[in-house]
């Protein structure tokens, strides 16, 4: 007898349904409104009806309508990018900027590697192009601000102006994130200035005599190999330069030890080594090499192994149209300007020239390590270099 009974109500909200959806067809909002409302009224509001019913509020204009029907949509789906790109078009239209670029963020974070329909596709490159826009009038009005206040962002410094372009939108935090190994509680800092070193000094003053061994080494092109090489012991990771030569190296320390015939073509390169803090870790380290990137080559975006350590380049060979990002921050690659990082933020490298870039490349401690962490490290890696399970 139940069975009886709820058919004819199911049939009689199927049509209701069928009249809301070809209301919201021909642009009527009340009709379709009133439609949806019957349903939601009687209990059985799908998750698909109550985004209908806020479809209908929509053309109607009525917000809080809207809103509140999302709000039943997004209990039950709150990844939905529709929903949450109607509620940015709302808090927009209310003038609300700040909720309006969160919903709009949401929404496109949710609708990343989805199949999704043209009239959402379409929806939320609208949404797109009016968080951008928004984050504009942000910005004036934030400058506006600072101005008055006689703040000059480019006085206070590059962390403060790095801040205002993550809080405008402009790009991102960029943190951390070595492949193999984190050590907790250092610094965030992509690239360090080579004068608190005395030992980067000394290293650039020998740029005369290392470019003329790299210029040797690049002439006979004998020693070179692609700086990526696939480890038939390990998964292919899908770089894509894996065994490609346009980046390569000539190895002068690998896995620890020189390379003796190729430390022995480049002396004066080992002894301005031999200043610096390398680590010396059985198996591992110390790690030198003169790497070389082909005219026209992108290393694409990548992160290093371990934030303990900091890579080195002492530019060599450098045509116009070389360039180094790391984290949020680009820079030009100049012959003789050092160039000290930590890998293990994202970072990534052009040779937008005719002519290839050499430059030498090599680890060194973190400074903020003391000589009791790196002895612990030390042991902790060559360990690890080491270990053989006991299968016994």
């Known amino acids: 007898m139940t069975k009886d009974m709820d058919d004819p109500q199911k049939a009689a909200l199927e049509r209701t349904a069928q009249a809301g959806i070809a209301a919201l067809q021909r642009g009527d909002g009340r009709a379709a409104r009133q439609a949806f409302d019957t349903i939601a ?4 509001a799908t998750v698909q009806i109550w985004l209908w019913l806020a479809q209908a509020c929509e053309l109607l204009d009525d917000r809080p309508a809207v809103m509140a029907a999302l709000a039943k949509v997004l209990e039950a789906d709150p990844t939905n990018p529709y929903p949450l790109v109607m509620a940015g078009d709302v808090q927009a239209r209310d003038g609300d900027d700040r909720a309006a670029i969160a919903w ?3 929404a496109l974070r949710m609708a990343e590697g989805r199949q999704l329909p043209a009239d959402l596709v379409a929806r939320l490159q609208r949404a797109a192009a009016a968080r951008d826009a928004l984050f504009e009038r942000f910005e004036t009005d934030m400058m506006g601000a600072l101005a008055d206040a006689g ?10 102006a790095e801040a205002l372009q993550i809080v405008t939108g402009r790009s991102q935090p960029y943190l ?5 190994f984190y050590y907790p509680r250092l610094p965030q800092v992509p690239f360090y200035d080579p004068a608190d070193f005395a030992w980067a000094r000394a290293l650039a003053e020998a740029l005369p005599a290392i470019r003329a061994e790299a210029e040797a080494v690049l002439s006979s092109g004998a ?31 690998h896995n620890g030890l020189p390379i003796a015939d190729h430390a022995a073509r480049c002396p004066a390169t080992m002894a301005a080594l031999a200043g610096a803090p390398l680590p010396q870790i059985a198996g591992t380290a110390p790690m030198a090499l003169f790497s070389i990137l082909a005219p026209r080559t992108h290393i694409p975006p990548h992160h290093g192994m371990l934030n303990t350590r900091l890579i080195c380049h002492l530019p060599l060979i450098v045509p116009d149209g070389c360039r180094l990002r790391v984290g949020a921050e680009t820079r030009h690659v100049r012959a003789g300007e050092v160039l000290l990082f930590d890998d293990s933020i994202e970072h990534e490298a052009w040779n937008d020239s005719d002519a290839p870039r050499a430059i030498l ?16 490290l030390t042991a902790m890696f060559e360990s690890v270099a080491s270990y053989t399970p006991d299968n016994g």
């Open 176 to 180: 951390q994130q070595p492949t193999s």
């Open 104 to 106: 709009y963020e949401r």
């Open 223 to 253: 020693g070179l190999a692609p700086y990526v090489q696939a480890d038939p012991s390990r998964p292919n990771k899908g770089h894509a330069l894996l065994d490609d030569a346009r980046w390569s190296a000539f190895h002068l320390y």
């Open 361 to 376: 490349l090599f680890e060194v401690w973190r400074p903020e390590l003391s000589a009791l962490e790196r002895q612990a």
């Open 41 to 44: 009224a009687s209990g059985r």
């Open 151 to 160: 703040v000059a962002p480019d006085v206070v410094g590059p962390r403060f």
